[in-house]
Structures are given as C-alpha cells and as structure tokens.
C-alpha cells in the first residue's frame, strides 16, 4: 500500500531563511507526488506535482522539490522564506489503481521576523 | 472557474442530528472525492465518484454517512445520525483525470457536533 511520512509536524523558520521540508513515500512502483499548502481556514491548493522526467520540479511561490528515487523522498525547499509562507503543508502520493491520493499529516511552518 | 464550491462553510448540529453537506465541482472534471480531516487522523479520503458512479467508498467510516451525486454538478454527504467524533472539516475535491491532474479542493465545511 502507498503512504507518506512528513517526519516534522512543525517548523520555525526566520524570514529570508531557507526551507526545508521533507516527505518519504512507500510506494511499490513509480508514484505521482504532489505538494499542497493550506492556509487558514483554507482549502488545499497544489504547489507542484512529480509525474515522470526531470526529477527537480518547480511549482507556484518560489517553490521547487526533488524526487529521489533511492531515498523514497520528494522534500519540497524553498531558498528565502516570506511571512506569507506561513501554512499547513502537505505531501501526498498517488497511482494506485484507485485514483486517490494519501496524505502525509501535515508540517506546520512558522515564520518568525 | 469558480472552483469547487461546498456549502456550509459551517455547520454547528447536535448529536443526532441529521447533517447534510453539499459540494459543486468544476464543471467538466468527471472526477469528485471526500475527503475528512482531523487533528488526529489528517486527510482521509472518504469515497470518490466518477461521471456520478460511487467507485471506492472503503473510506466512509460506517452506515451512518452516506454519499450521493445525482448528476455531474452536485453531490453530498449525509451524517445520520451526527456524533461528536464527526467533528471535523469536510472537503471536497474534484478533478479531470486524477493521476495525471491536479486534484482541485474546495474550501471545506468545518462541522462541529455537540
């Protein structure tokens, strides 16, 4: 069965820092990985999404992950961190045969001045 | 696109009550998920539709919820009856071809029971 780990439920990081955050998968063949962020209140909304290629993929905000196949992760960065970054985010796997997708839990980002 | 519409945004009910909770996809997106999330279990995938057909429904926790779409633009999801451990934010998502497309989420529907 497929399923995703997001190891830190929360992290703080300065404004300008870089970012870091990090998703393993199990999955028996090649899976479709996404990144979603959601604000307060919010719905979920796709920051980028990994099918096939080039395994270094940019998404919407300055956002851009890497899909490495020997490590099982798709950890999403981000080089300057604004305020506004601040939300829940989420990693998630597909390509089961059933067309959903599984969730990681959840990493919650603080941005501090 | 208005995106994916769900009505309430909130919904307070007492136990026992009956709640229904109403979700509009994008229009010409064959597929439609609900999904439930809780502090203590995250994002789960209740059942999802394609072209108004129940395809998995492994997800729904028991008799008491129960799914419909009776056509391509609308579909709920009804408590009956509602318990407090059926507190939680309700969403709705829908997409065109959801292996290789995004799934499109609505804002969710934050039900308390009490």
């Known amino acids: 069965a497929q399923s995703v780990t997001q190891p830190d439920i929360h992290?703080?990081?300065?404004?300008?820092?870089?970012?870091?955050?990090?998703c393993n998968y199990s999955y028996g063949a090649t899976?479709?990985?996404?990144?979603?962020?959601?604000?307060?209140?919010?719905?979920?909304?796709?920051?980028l999404k990994y099918f096939s290629g080039d395994t270094l993929v940019q998404g919407i905000k300055g956002f851009e992950a890497e899909f490495k196949r020997s490590q099982s992760s798709f950890n999403l960065r981000k080089p300057s961190v604004h305020w506004s970054d601040a939300a829940e985010y989420f990693c998630a796997v597909g390509g089961n045969s059933g067309y959903a997708l599984n969730f990681?839990?959840?990493t919650s980002l603080l941005v501090t001045p | 696109d208005a995106g994916?519409?769900?009505?309430?945004?909130?919904?307070?009910?007492?136990?026992?009550?009956e709640v229904t909770l109403r979700c509009k996809p994008i229009s010409g997106?064959?597929?439609?998920f609900w999904y439930r999330q809780t502090m203590m279990r995250g994002l789960e995938l209740l059942i999802y539709f394609n072209n108004n057909v129940p395809i998995d429904d492994s997800g729904m926790p028991e008799d008491r919820f129960s799914a419909k779409m009776p056509n391509a633009s609308f579909s709920t999801?009804?408590?009956?009856?509602?318990?407090?451990?059926?507190?939680?934010?309700?969403?709705?998502?829908?997409s065109s071809s959801p292996q290789k497309e995004t799934q499109y989420f609505g804002p969710g529907t934050r039900l308390l029971v009490l």
């Open chain 1, 11 to 22: 992290i703080t990081v300065s404004e300008g820092a870089s970012l870091e955050l990090r």
């Open chain 1, 31 to 47: 899976p479709y990985l996404f990144w979603y962020v959601q604000s307060p209140g919010q719905g979920l909304q796709l920051l």
């Open chain 1, 104 to 106: 990681g839990k959840g």
């Open chain 2, 4 to 17: 994916v519409i769900q009505s309430p945004r909130h919904e307070v009910t007492e136990m026992g009550q």
């Open chain 2, 29 to 32: 997106h064959d597929y439609l």
């Open chain 2, 77 to 94: 999801l009804k408590i009956q009856p509602s318990e407090p451990r059926d507190s939680a934010v309700y969403f709705c998502a829908s």
